[in-house]
């Protein structure tokens, strides 16, 4: 039964399925969870009583399934509607600097398994393939669930991907540029293949089902050891000619500042980085710190770390009134390890915006963009990863 | 039987309608011109069949007419579909400093008449709708139109633009801010009304029919006597949350340079907008100088003004750099006045972009971006504005 299921699914699903009606519905629900009748009908551009019509049938077939949703506060739980989960799976795995990370979830959205496996730090494309592969045949059993329900893995990488799938200059992972993802990981899996960088993967993590979601248009911006980002523009990830969009650590602040590792001098990356920072903080106190400790520090009343927080939020805010100039946003999604300081990043990030952006806070109308912590400060990409399937966004074919 | 046909097309093209494939066939021919079927199954998703289906009873009807287009090269004519010239006329309205121009186009994307009515500098709305209007009954008049076939008005504005329809803070348009576009000339025309910034109306006009054809992601950067631009993602203008994206001449090169207009230090219309180096200029020439005439000595010869249009690329090619390392866009349209100059503008652009970008010329895979100039560096703004009602897009309702 659930293997029928998912083969209609699977199909539904592809994207060089003619665009029906139908394929239309199957999507909206698939990219956003449980949604109601309305909701499909205002995101296919249907008419409602085509979707009700759509939606019988799909209960009918068990492809979609009647779900209770209860917004924040009083109020009756409202009707909603979701792919059946035993309807079909998805992964998603980060390939990170030192392990790989796989997640489980089903089709309605509902996260399955979560597991890490640590690497060491020059793993090449050959080993990662192999310990996916062991680590998805390992969930799927413990799960008891049939790998012919899997719909496809999404990659989430720290490092920029063209189109073609091939790994750019600029990745964080010894030894992978040039690589091709495809050709890597499809041969192995025997699934789709999608994949996109792990910035561009955190934003559709929170537009999903975090901090972004509801918005169309964002920009998340990410501070970690290094820095990394994403433009969300009509509900779609940017990701530019070479993959590179929302790269804002590289904007040039001090065009006669420090060189850069990417060739350019004075990139923000060098003024507000984890790496940056700490390094400050380390040499304080002549041995290592990492993110979490730094911050927890910081917010136990550690001035020295105070002003670290509120310099990397002042360089960091004035890149981003440039990028608000440049893209004037309604929201920005700030994320990333050093995004656990709350306030004591974020009050200086909008403060300098504001003094160095165009629009100003007295501008009225949708003239103050918010700044909210991200809400996966940890897996957002590996999260992202999963989106990417079932958002059917950076398919490698 | 003009008036049926346009009747037909007024309820197709209504974005309120259902998304019937009908009306998605119809859009697609309205935003793109004489097309190929295979091109209208891309645009929409739909099958090709049912486009083939679709299109022969447009045809019947007569809203939908055969044309030859004929690619440069040799080859064969191709047969390409457009909408039926006679089924409606769409009208663009530039709200200019000192003038209004009216251009009026069939629904085929034939230009039909182009009109400049010179006003004084500080015309005030309620003049502006009496001088379009009578303009507009002259050149329906002139060209034995029926008004009734206008489908709707578009507006290209030298301000941001709310998405209500209110002109923000930053209009060149002296007394026009906070007037809202719609109450304005809506009860006036009696049609639907579209605006958008000038800048945003140039970018559609150069995708439409000039310098980014076929480019779904590209930006423009307009050098005149201020700076304007767009952004163009997935084939949409983005406007961003108080109509102000694209507004590259106030993102801030220079921190502690001089005051702009805008309320911060050292934009870049600071050092490279017509203003400022036309100001240059006028004091070695001790007059006051056009932009064609400066474009012209520079080009015969003169150093000191070819000087001036190096440097003035330097600093637009430093910022184009962050807009590069943020938006990674596969082309730069650089368009206004100062474009006329050609390579002499255009080479210190690319090569300050090159030394800034994050993307460096060696990296392979859609590493450089193309700069080309605009195709319409005189009438971008009012050809963009007859798009807007073609594309159906900045729609005030």
């Given at each position: 039964m659930a293997n029928m299921i998912s083969g209609g699914l699977r199909g539904l699903l592809d994207e060089r399925q003619v665009d029906t009606p139908v394929a239309r519905v199957v999507r909206a629900l698939s990219g956003h969870g449980a949604v109601s009748a309305a909701q499909i009908a205002r995101t296919?551009?249907?008419?409602?009583?085509?979707?009700?019509?759509?939606?019988?049938?799909?209960?009918?077939?068990?492809?979609?399934?009647?779900?209770?949703?209860?917004?924040?506060?009083?109020?009756?739980?409202?009707?909603?509607?979701?792919?059946?989960?035993?309807?079909?799976?998805?992964?998603?795995?980060?390939?990170?600097?030192?392990?790989?990370?796989?997640v489980l979830a089903d089709v309605a959205h509902n996260i399955v398994a979560d597991v890490a496996i640590p690497l060491e730090r020059d793993y090449k494309p050959e080993r990662a393939t192999r310990m996916a592969k062991q680590a998805i045949d390992n969930i799927y059993k413990e799960h008891s669930l049939p790998y012919s329900g899997l719909l496809?893995?999404?990659?989430?990488?720290?490092?920029?991907?063209?189109?073609?799938?091939?790994?750019?200059?600029?990745?964080?992972?010894?030894?992978?540029?040039?690589?091709?993802?495809?050709?890597?990981?499809?041969?192995?899996?025997?699934?789709?293949?999608?994949?996109?960088?792990?910035?561009?993967?955190?934003?559709?993590?929170?537009?999903?089902?975090?901090?972004?979601?509801?918005?169309?248009?964002?920009?998340?911006?990410?501070?970690?050891?290094?820095?990394?980002?994403?433009?969300?523009?009509?509900g779609k990830v940017l990701t530019g000619a070479a993959g590179t969009a929302g790269e804002f650590g590289h904007m040039v602040l001090d065009p006669r500042g420090d060189l850069c590792t990417c060739g350019n001098r004075g990139c923000m990356e060098l003024s507000c980085s984890g790496t940056a920072v700490l390094g400050i903080a380390e040499r304080r106190l002549s041995r290592s710190i990492g993110m979490a400790e730094f911050v927890k520090t910081a917010q136990a009343g550690d001035v020295g770390f105070q002003r670290l927080l509120e310099d990397a939020g002042e360089a960091a805010g004035r890149g981003l009134a440039t990028v608000g100039t440049i893209l004037n946003p309604g929201l920005f999604v700030i994320s990333g390890g050093m995004a656990a300081a709350g306030e004591m990043l974020l009050a200086p990030i909008r403060s300098a915006y504001a003094r160095h952006t165009l629009v100003k806070p007295g501008d009225g109308e949708g003239a103050n963009p918010a700044f909210v912590t991200g809400r996966f400060l940890d897996n957002d990409n590996c999260m992202g990863a999963v989106g990417l399937v079932l958002r059917h966004h950076g398919r490698l074919t």
């Amino acid at each position: 039964m659930a293997n029928m299921i998912s083969g209609g699914l699977r199909g539904l699903l592809d994207e060089r399925q003619v665009d029906t009606p139908v394929a239309r519905v199957v999507r909206a629900l698939s990219g956003h969870g449980a949604v109601s009748a309305a909701q499909i009908a205002r995101t296919t551009g249907l008419a409602r009583s085509t979707v009700s019509t759509i939606l019988a049938d799909l209960k009918r077939s068990s492809l979609v399934v009647e779900v209770e949703t209860r917004s924040p506060g009083i109020g009756r739980p409202a009707l909603a509607h979701s792919l059946n989960p035993e309807a079909g799976t998805c992964l998603g795995v980060l390939l990170g600097r030192n392990e790989l990370r796989v997640v489980l979830a089903d089709v309605a959205h509902n996260i399955v398994a979560d597991v890490a496996i640590p690497l060491e730090r020059d793993y090449k494309p050959e080993r990662a393939t192999r310990m996916a592969k062991q680590a998805i045949d390992n969930i799927y059993k413990e799960h008891s669930l049939p790998y012919s329900g899997l719909l496809g893995v999404g990659f989430a990488v720290s490092a920029p991907i063209a189109a073609s799938g091939r790994i750019m200059r600029g990745s964080q992972l010894p030894g992978w540029q040039g690589v091709d993802l495809r050709a890597t990981f499809e041969p192995v899996l025997q699934k789709p293949i999608f994949a996109d960088n792990e910035s561009n993967c955190a934003a559709l993590a929170e537009m999903m089902w975090g901090a972004a979601a509801g918005f169309e248009n964002f920009v998340l911006f990410k501070l970690d050891l290094g820095i990394g980002g994403a433009i969300v523009a009509n509900g779609k990830v940017l990701t530019g000619a070479a993959g590179t969009a929302g790269e804002f650590g590289h904007m040039v602040l001090d065009p006669r500042g420090d060189l850069c590792t990417c060739g350019n001098r004075g990139c923000m990356e060098l003024s507000c980085s984890g790496t940056a920072v700490l390094g400050i903080a380390e040499r304080r106190l002549s041995r290592s710190i990492g993110m979490a400790e730094f911050v927890k520090t910081a917010q136990a009343g550690d001035v020295g770390f105070q002003r670290l927080l509120e310099d990397a939020g002042e360089a960091a805010g004035r890149g981003l009134a440039t990028v608000g100039t440049i893209l004037n946003p309604g929201l920005f999604v700030i994320s990333g390890g050093m995004a656990a300081a709350g306030e004591m990043l974020l009050a200086p990030i909008r403060s300098a915006y504001a003094r160095h952006t165009l629009v100003k806070p007295g501008d009225g109308e949708g003239a103050n963009p918010a700044f909210v912590t991200g809400r996966f400060l940890d897996n957002d990409n590996c999260m992202g990863a999963v989106g990417l399937v079932l958002r059917h966004h950076g398919r490698l074919t």
